[in-house]
């Protein structure tokens, strides 16, 4: 039974899911290999994001120099650049997966539609509510982390690391920031799922319990405010303008594809772009479950870890009687 899959599901990748070989014991070399090679290599949504984080710095970012003093106008230049990213990826995606159903029900994790109407969103239904939090509250956080950044490194108060001087760590950080990224929301999502937190905060990014490619960023704005808080690890860990984009864009533009209700985009039968990820997905049907992701083992530490199958899902419902008191 232990390898028998949940059911409900209209897809789910193979069962049981695992955290990286970086975390376990003894340490098997081809496996991390071969761990960073699938994350990363050959085409992947992080290394996408790399791209875009350079295309960013070289065509729409005013120099470091500019933004040693607030003004309006590169302010407004770095707001209107995320708006436009946040609703290329999350637009692009929603008008794929679910206006022109592109790949029907293919990869697809749940198999019901998202809401139209529904009492618990702001205006009155499931996507309007989304783009509204994330593009009113969402959009204005990435920016405002981004101009306190880029203040910050022109006035010397944030510490900036140069190709020139540290090209080995100049690209190492492109690979520890989702690392980092891991072990900070791990301990900010339990934070979030503190009744108080949640019943005030954390339940708006919850009306989703299926969710869409507008869910991932569409939260209260306090959980905006400490979730791309990440961020601020530059403030002691040196970095390059370039990594600060990459690091925003890593929290706000994968927030949109991990989110997407799918596990990625089928070519030919083939997955041949993850996105959509089940460990996530299931949080968001279990609530009290998978908290982190699987690239820090946070989880099956402290005993929240769906790994999807029957078994798992059986101790998770325990587990949930008995945080709920029943």
Same mark, same amino acid.
């Given at each position: 039974? *232990?390898?028998?899959?949940?059911?409900?599901?209209? =897809? =789910?990748?193979?069962?049981?899911?695992?955290?990286?070989?970086?975390?376990?014991?003894?340490?098997?070399?081809?496996? %991390?290999?071969?761990?960073?090679? @699938? *994350?990363?290599?050959?085409?992947?949504?992080?290394?996408?994001?790399? $791209?875009?984080?350079?295309?960013?710095?070289?065509?729409?970012?005013?120099?470091?120099?500019?933004?040693?003093?607030?003004?309006?106008?590169?302010?407004?230049?770095?707001?209107?650049?995320?708006?436009?990213?946040?609703?290329?990826?999350?637009?692009?995606?929603? !008008?794929?997966?679910?206006?022109?159903?592109?790949?029907?029900?293919?990869?697809?994790? +749940?198999?019901?539609?998202?809401?139209?109407? $529904?009492?618990?969103?702001?205006?009155?239904?499931?996507?309007?509510?989304?783009?509204?939090?994330?593009?009113? *509250?969402?959009? /204005?956080?990435?920016?405002?982390?981004?101009? !306190?950044?880029?203040?910050?490194?022109?006035?010397?108060?944030? &510490?900036?690391?140069?190709?020139?001087?540290?090209?080995?760590?100049?690209?190492?950080?492109?690979?520890?920031? &989702?690392?980092?990224?891991?072990?900070?929301?791990?301990?900010? #999502?339990? !934070?979030?799922?503190?009744?108080?937190?949640?019943?005030?905060?954390?339940?708006?990014?919850?009306? @989703?319990?299926?969710?869409?490619?507008?869910?991932?960023?569409? %939260?209260?704005?306090?959980?905006?405010?400490?979730?791309?808080?990440?961020?601020?690890? #530059?403030?002691?860990?040196?970095?390059? &303008?370039? =990594?600060?984009?990459?690091?925003?864009?890593?929290?706000?533009?994968?927030?949109?594809?991990?989110?997407?209700?799918?596990?990625?985009?089928?070519?030919?039968?083939?997955?041949?772009?993850?996105?959509?990820? /089940?460990? =996530?997905?299931?949080?968001?049907?279990?609530?009290?479950?998978?908290? $982190?992701?699987?690239?820090?083992?946070?989880?099956?530490?402290?005993?929240?870890?769906?790994?999807?199958?029957?078994?798992? +899902?059986?101790?998770?419902?325990?587990?949930?009687?008995?945080?709920?008191?029943?």
């Amino acid at each position: 039974m *232990s390898d028998d899959p949940v059911k409900g599901w209209n =897809h =789910h990748p193979a069962v049981p899911l695992t955290v990286s070989p970086f975390f376990t014991w003894p340490l098997r070399p081809l496996e %991390m290999l071969r761990w960073v090679w @699938n *994350s990363w290599f050959l085409i992947s949504e992080k290394l996408i994001l790399v $791209g875009i984080a350079f295309a960013s710095f070289y065509w729409f970012q005013p120099p470091l120099e500019e933004t040693r003093t607030l003004a309006v106008g590169w302010i407004a230049e770095l707001y209107i650049r995320n708006l436009c990213l946040m609703t290329l990826v999350a637009g692009g995606l929603h !008008l794929y997966f679910y206006t022109f159903t592109a790949q029907g029900q293919k990869l697809k994790y +749940d198999p019901r539609p998202l809401m139209v109407n $529904g009492k618990q969103f702001t205006l009155g239904g499931q996507i309007r509510d989304n783009m509204f939090w994330t593009l009113g *509250s969402g959009v /204005f956080f990435w920016t405002a982390y981004e101009v !306190l950044m880029f203040w910050a490194m022109a006035n010397g108060y944030a &510490p900036v690391l140069t190709w020139a001087a540290h090209p080995v760590w100049f690209v190492a950080l492109f690979f520890l920031i &989702p690392v980092w990224e891991s072990f900070y929301f791990y301990w900010i #999502h339990r !934070l979030l799922h503190v009744p108080v937190l949640y019943r005030h905060v954390h339940a708006l990014h919850h009306r @989703n319990i299926n969710v869409g490619p507008w869910s991932g960023l569409s %939260m209260h704005p306090v959980e905006h405010a400490i979730f791309l808080g990440s961020v601020l690890i #530059h403030w002691v860990v040196a970095a390059h &303008p370039v =990594h600060i984009l990459y690091h925003m864009q890593y929290l706000t533009l994968t927030a949109a594809t991990t989110h997407c209700g799918f596990e990625g985009v089928a070519i030919r039968d083939e997955n041949r772009l993850k996105l959509g990820t /089940f460990h =996530h997905q299931m949080h968001h049907r279990y609530f009290e479950c998978n908290y $982190g992701s699987l690239e820090v083992p946070w989880d099956k530490l402290f005993g929240s870890f769906h790994d999807g199958t029957a078994r798992a +899902d059986a101790r998770m419902k325990e587990r949930r009687k008995r945080i709920m008191g029943g």
